[in-house]
């Protein structure tokens, strides 16, 4: 077992690029991941990476032997997938992302209760608003609002999910009431925005009775964290657009209003997405059986004011 614990080792920081990073995920210091490449590098007679002051980069012998070294950890998960299916009895570690706000409110607090249903199954949750590399990160499930775009992802779409223009009455009797979406822009309304690298939504795509219309929206800031967005929001200084679940309770005591609710914003889909493999582990199908029960059933509650 050692020595696949130094080849896991050695993978991660082939696909994370340095030791620190690499030990993290994998919840050991850079000491015990540098110690396990020296391990693996003596046992097989060669130098795996050439050092640098921020990088270990591999050498032309690990980046042969990582390829080999991949499909040998993952010839292992696939065999231990198939004896946990057997046994049914699934145990091992789930790595989960989610973006904050969904996170926060659907995801979070239905893991202690998925562990307590499933003792043998840990789970490690990374919250973050970023779009996160699933394959270079060792992601095993994603759960996502949105286009999925990657083909080298496996998608279960969950619900579709409407999304409303909300701003706080504050903002409203300050700058006005758009009467249509052509006032967004022709008005100069401040349109706060969810940005971060790699994000694709720099327009907000409306329904109008001629069909989904792009609208390149101003906004005077913008940041990686829907929940800030929000906040803004709240303190009147614009418009956000954003699922109805994660507003509506603002909505409910009025300290946010729907705007152009005859054009809405398009749906947004709420899914899991994993890479093509891992849907043969028994234990990411019984965490997306869960959670996707799970997420229908709170976002309904939420919407009926529950």
Known sequence: M??????????RVVELGNLSAAGRDMRISPAVASNRIKELEKHLGVRLFNRT??????????????????????AITEAEAAVAAL??????????TAPLGLGRRLIASGIPDFHDKYPDIEVRLRLSDHNVDIMKEGIDVAFRLGIIEDSSLR??????????????????EARGEPAEPQELIGKRHDCLMLRYAGTREYVWTLQT???????????PYDTD???????????????????????????????LKVILAKTPPTPVQ??????????????VRLLLDFMADRCQRLIKDILAGK
């Open 53 to 74: 002051t921020r990088q270990l980069m591999p050498t032309e012998h690990g980046t042969v032997f990582y390829t080999g070294a991949k499909h040998v950890l993952e």
């Open 155 to 172: 998608m279960r779409g969950i619900m579709e999910c409407e999304r409303v223009l909300v701003a706080a009455p504050k903002y409203l």
């Open 87 to 96: 046994s049914g009895q699934p145990r091992g570690t789930i790595k989960v």
């Open 209 to 219: 009775p001629s069909g989904p219309q792009k609208f390149e929206v101003h906004g």
């Open 270 to 283: 709420l899914a899991a997405v994993y890479p093509h493999k891992k849907l043969q582990d028994p234990k």
């Open 225 to 255: 964290d829907g929940d800030v967005l929000t906040g803004w929001a709240l303190s009147g200084r614009g418009i956000i657009n954003k699922p109805r679940f994660e507003v509506e309770p603002f909505i409910r005591d009025q300290r």
């Open 2 to 11: 050692a020595y696949l614990d130094n080849i896991a080792v050695f993978v």
